[in-house]
C-alpha cells in the first residue's frame, strides 16, 4: 500500500518537475541570445578579432579579412534575431497559459516566480504573504498548471 502512495508522490513531483522546467524553458533563448551579444561586442571591439587585420595599411590579405569580419557580425546577429524570437514567443506562451488559471493568487506567485525572475523573499513581500503561504500556492498552481500540448 505504502509503494502505491510512494509512487504516486513520485509522479507528482516528476510533473512538477517538468511544469516549473516548461515555465522557464524561455529563458535559455534569453541566455543564448545574451551569449551570441557578448561575442558579437568581443568580435566588435577585437578582442577576437586582431585589431592589426583591420588597419588601413594596403595589404591583399586585408580585404578578405575585413569580409570575413563582416560576414560574422551578420551571422552573429542573425542568431541573436532568432534567439529574441524565440525567448519572446516562449514567453507570450507561458504567460497565456499562467493565464489560463482560475486564482489570481496562483497566477502572480508563477508570474513572479518564472517570467520575472523573482526570488521567493521578494514574491513574499510583493503578495504580501508568509514564506510558508506563498509556497502553498505555488504547489497548488503547479498542481492547476496545464502543459501546453504539443500540436
Not at 561586442?41 to 563582416?70: C, W
Not at 493568487?105 to 521578494?122: A, H, I
Request: hydrophobic share 30%.
Amino acid at each position: 500500500m505504502n509503494s502505491g502512495i510512494e509512487q504516486q508522490k513520485q509522479e507528482h513531483k516528476n510533473e512538477n518537475e517538468e511544469k516549473k522546467e516548461y515555465l522557464l524553458s524561455y529563458k535559455k533563448y534569453r541566455q543564448q541570445a545574451d551569449r551570441l551579444e557578448e561575442q558579437l561586442k568581443e568580435v566588435k571591439i577585437g578582442s577576437i578579432f586582431p585589431k592589426h587585420m583591420l588597419s588601413d595599411m594596403p595589404k591583399a590579405k586585408n580585404k578578405k579579412d575585413l569580409s570575413d569580419y563582416i560576414v560574422q557580425c551578420e551571422e552573429l546577429e542573425n542568431r541573436i534575431i532568432i534567439s529574441r524570437k524565440r525567448a519572446i514567443e516562449r514567453f507570450s506562451e507561458v504567460q497565456r497559459q499562467i493565464e489560463l488559471l482560475e486564482d489570481e493568487n496562483e497566477k502572480t506567485v508563477l508570474t513572479l516566480r518564472y517570467l520575472r525572475n523573482y526570488n521567493w523573499e521578494k514574491i513574499c513581500e510583493w503578495v504580501m504573504y508568509s514564506w510558508k503561504q506563498v509556497h502553498r500556492i505555488h504547489l497548488k498552481a503547479l498542481q492547476n498548471f496545464e502543459l501546453k500540448k504539443e500540436t
